[in-house]
């Protein structure tokens, strides 16, 4: 029984910035990895960023620019983005794994204007 809650999504002109938040309901040590996936119109939904143990991976699109970090005290995650581009614009989910059982988030949606 997990539950994550994003947000922080918003309009956003190209070259800014947006900070995404992932709460969940019960500290985030009690997870091996956490990640944030994103889903755009007509596209597969795509890993962008994941913290396992405090080592991060990004998928290579968003590199130099996205920042995955946690909070623990606040049992968060959070995505910093960076740099924005059109091509950003997705629905982002939060997910995490925990005894073989998927658990998302319902979204926050990110769009990025030019």
């Known amino acids: 029984q997990v539950q994550l809650v994003e947000s922080g999504g918003g309009l956003v002109q190209a070259g800014g910035s947006l900070r995404l938040s992932c709460v969940a309901s019960r500290s985030i040590l009690s997870f091996d990895s956490m990640g944030w996936y994103r889903q755009a119109p007509g596209k597969q939904r795509e890993l962008v960023a994941s913290?396992?143990?405090?080592?991060?991976n990004y998928v290579d699109s968003v590199k130099g620019r996205f920042t995955i970090s946690r909070d623990i005290a606040k049992n968060t995650v959070y995505l910093q983005m960076n740099s924005l581009k059109p091509d950003d614009t997705a629905v982002y989910y939060c997910n995490t794994v925990r005894v073989g059982i998927n658990y998302w988030g319902k979204g926050t949606l990110v769009t990025v204007s030019s």
């Open positions: 913290i396992t143990h405090g080592t991060t």
